[in-house]
């Protein structure tokens, strides 16, 4: 099975400031017949399910804003949150769906410092 | 408007049974790939199973396997989780996820539509 590794745990980023998140997967998530990764990035907040944000590592998902950015390829990659909004707290996950058993990073908690 | 409404989650002693339902609308059911996954108060998202779009074939969390059954209704626009042999470990936010399908509907995607989850708490 894939493990996904988040870090940090947890970030505090001021208003307007850019956050960071990485994601490593443990092998590489690069289906090279049709050059995608296979991975994803979720925002949940409190009480809600979570929403995906990017499809494909860096497709941003209809609607999200585009202050959220994907990138990375096989086995390493980052969510950027340019100019956090106070909207923006909330916990991240990112998900590899290159297995039929997919699996889900462990969370990167993101607050307003 | 399409929508996942999850129900069936309640308080259960270990060893016991429980089935859970994810009732869809506002989509054609029978395009979609579906799971169910998982939330522990406080804790991460952890995927539980999913089922084809004819119900022919299914995988499984190797931690529920032969535990948990997912089945669906297509006629009833339905997905279910027979959940057996309860575990305190097994408490948790249950969601109904669908698999997006652009062309290629296999399980290899994403979730794009998730329901509000049922609580399942096992515990004597």
């Known amino acids: 099975d894939i493990v996904m590794t988040q870090s940090p745990e947890s970030l505090a980023v001021s208003l307007g400031e850019r956050a960071t998140i990485s994601c490593k997967s443990s092998q590489s998530i690069f289906y090279m017949s049709n050059s995608k990764n296979y991975l994803a990035w979720y925002q949940q907040k409190p009480g809600q399910p979570p929403k995906v944000l990017i499809s494909?590592?860096?497709t941003r998902v209809s609607g999200v804003p585009d202050r959220f950015t994907g990138s990375g390829s096989g086995t390493d990659f980052t969510l950027t949150i340019t100019s956090l909004q106070a909207e923006d707290v909330a916990v991240y996950y990112c998900q590899q769906y290159f297995n039929s058993r997919t699996s889900f990073g462990q969370g990167t908690k993101l607050e307003i410092k | 408007e399409v929508h996942l409404v999850e129900s069936g989650g309640g308080l259960v002693q270990p060893g016991g049974s429980l089935r859970l339902s994810c009732a869809v609308s506002g989509f054609t059911f029978t395009t979609y790939y579906m799971s169910w996954v998982r939330q522990a108060p406080g804790k991460g998202l952890e995927w539980v199973a999913s089922?084809?779009?004819?119900?022919?074939?299914?995988y499984y969390l190797d931690s529920v396997k032969g535990r948990f059954f997912v089945s669906r209704d297509n006629a009833e626009d339905s997905l279910f989780l027979r959940m057996n042999s309860l575990r305190a470990g097994d408490t948790a936010v249950y969601y109904c996820?669908?698999?997006?399908?652009?062309?290629?509907?296999?399980?290899?995607?994403?979730?794009?539509?998730w329901g509000r989850g049922t609580l399942v708490t096992v515990s004597s």
């Open positions: 494909w590592a860096s």
């Open positions: 996820a669908r698999h997006f399908c652009g062309g290629d509907c296999s399980v290899f995607n994403f979730f794009d539509l």
């Open positions: 089922i084809s779009q004819d119900g022919s074939d299914k």
